[in-house]
């Protein structure tokens, strides 16, 4: 017998057999025909059973997304419970969903500007069933009028593209060009955004591009924002960064409390040098709701 070589069927083929995904199930289509995916797309797994509607040749969810919310998740578990959640930036809708899996109580909203990006992100939440706790606004993110007066957030989220315009050839390709380039800002918008959305307590998390590997810090800053964890991103051993992931808290709020902060700095491998998966790629899989794999 011929296998498939769809990703979707590939990717469940490799799920182990006997292992239970975790978490709430998807609602799945039930019968509505824009649930299904196209002809140009994909219905690819996510967290557990949750999927996400994909262009088979536009802007797929990466190791980007991936750390972001393994980040975020570990920080708003360890804050005690996430309530509020927004996403700068969301795409098509992958870190947004992440955080609705592993937060199944919390209300979410993400704001995205590329209108195709947008509708997809949509029906992804309509067939995992989220969409009754989870928005998707149209807009750019560094416009003011888009949020509510007064609203905060108990968690920021982003992942903005971090090649600056002129340093290379952005694609023409729907998705592809604003996802790598800085078309509409880069972490120092990202920043600014997030502290006005972040209650006193609320945790900015992002990722941002390893060399300089201080812009985030210097955004943050320059945003009202202190960084109190950072994790470098390496997708081989002994390759150099990847990318950074950076949490940071709202200055104010830590001199009110008369907080001391020091920031953690962490190496996260997501390959060993053999190609095989080291310890913490197995724990951020499972804290996803991943399969197990080598």
Request: hydrophobic fraction near 40%; aromatic fraction near 6%; include cysteine.
């Amino acid at each position: 017998m011929r296998l498939s070589n769809d990703p979707d069927d590939r990717a469940a083929r490799k799920r182990p057999r006997g292992w239970v995904p975790a978490g709430p199930p998807p609602r799945g289509a039930q019968g509505r025909a824009d649930l299904a995916p196209r002809p140009d797309e994909v219905l690819s797994f996510l967290s557990g059973d949750w999927r996400i509607f994909q262009q088979r040749r536009g802007h797929k969810w990466s190791l980007d997304d991936f750390m972001t919310a393994v980040v975020a998740i570990e920080e708003g578990r360890a804050r005690g419970n996430v309530h509020t959640a927004f996403d700068l930036g969301c795409g098509i809708g992958s870190v947004l969903m992440f955080l609705a899996w592993a937060f199944p109580e919390a209300r979410l909203v993400g704001v995205e500007a590329q209108d195709v990006s947008i509708a997809m992100a949509r029906r992804s939440l309509a067939y995992n069933g989220a969409d009754d706790r989870v928005a998707v606004q149209a807009g750019d993110l560094r416009d003011p009028a888009l949020f509510p007066e007064g609203a905060t957030f108990d968690l920021v989220t982003g992942t903005p593209p971090y090649i600056p315009l002129g340093h290379g050839t952005p694609s023409e390709k729907v998705q592809r060009g604003p996802c790598c380039f800085e078309t509409r800002g880069g972490i120092e918008d990202y920043a600014l955004t997030a502290a006005r959305l972040l209650s006193p307590t609320g945790l900015f998390v992002a990722c941002s591009g390893a060399f300089p590997k201080d812009r985030a810090l210097d955004a943050g800053r320059a945003a009202g924002l202190v960084c109190t964890r950072r994790v470098s991103v390496i997708g081989k051993e002994g390759k150099p960064p990847l990318f950074v992931v950076t949490v940071m808290r709202r200055a104010d709020a830590l001199s009110l409390q008369n907080a001391t902060v020091e920031m953690r700095e962490e190496i996260f491998r997501a390959r060993l040098a053999d190609c095989s998966l080291p310890t913490e790629m197995h724990a951020a899989r499972a804290l996803l709701g991943l399969p197990p794999t080598q």
